[in-house]
C-alpha cells in the first residue's frame, strides 16, 4: 500500500522560506510522477509543481516558477519543495500525491492516485 507523509509547514514572514518534504512508500518510483497540490481556505485545490521520479522532468504553476523548486533524491525515497519568496497568497495546505502511469506534465490532480494528508502553511503579511 503507497503512502505519502508531508512535512515541513509552518509559518513564516512575507520574504521568507520554507522545504517541505514528501516521504515516500510503496511505489515503484521509476513508474510515478510526484506532484505538489495547494489548497487555500475557500479555494479549490490548484497545482504547484510536478516532477518524473525517474526523468527528473519538471513543470511548475505561473504563480510559483522561479520562486519553488521540486526535487527528488537529495533523501531517499523523499521529493522536497523548497519554496522562496513567500507571500500571503502562498498560505494554504500543501499536499504530496504520485501519479501513474508516468505523466510528463502532471498538472491535473485527478490524475494522482495517492495522496498525502497535507502540511500548513501560513505566510503573515
Known amino acids: 500500500q503507497a503512502q505519502l507523509a508531508e512535512s515541513g509547514g509552518g509559518l513564516v514572514q512575507t520574504g521568507g522560506s520554507l522545504r517541505l518534504s514528501c516521504a515516500a512508500s510503496?511505489?515503484?518510483?521509476?513508474?510515478?510522477?510526484m506532484g505538489w497540490f495547494r489548497q487555500a481556505p475557500g479555494k479549490e485545490r490548484e497545482f504547484v509543481a510536478s516532477?518524473?521520479?525517474?526523468?527528473?522532468?519538471?513543470v511548475y504553476a505561473d504563480s510559483v516558477k522561479g520562486r519553488f523548486t521540486i526535487s527528488s533524491g537529495s533523501v531517499v525515497n523523499t521529493v522536497s519543495l523548497e519554496m522562496n519568496s513567500l507571500n500571503p497568497e502562498d498560505t494554504a495546505v500543501y499536499y504530496c500525491?504520485?501519479?501513474?502511469?508516468?505523466?510528463?506534465?502532471?498538472?491535473?490532480?485527478?490524475?494522482?492516485?495517492?495522496w498525502g494528508k497535507g502540511t500548513l502553511v501560513t505566510v503573515s503579511s
Open positions: 510503496g511505489l515503484r518510483y521509476s513508474h510515478y510522477t
Open positions: 516532477i518524473g521520479w525517474s526523468s527528473g522532468y519538471t
Open positions: 500525491a504520485a501519479h501513474s502511469p508516468y505523466d510528463p506534465q502532471g498538472r491535473d490532480m485527478h490524475g494522482y492516485q495517492y
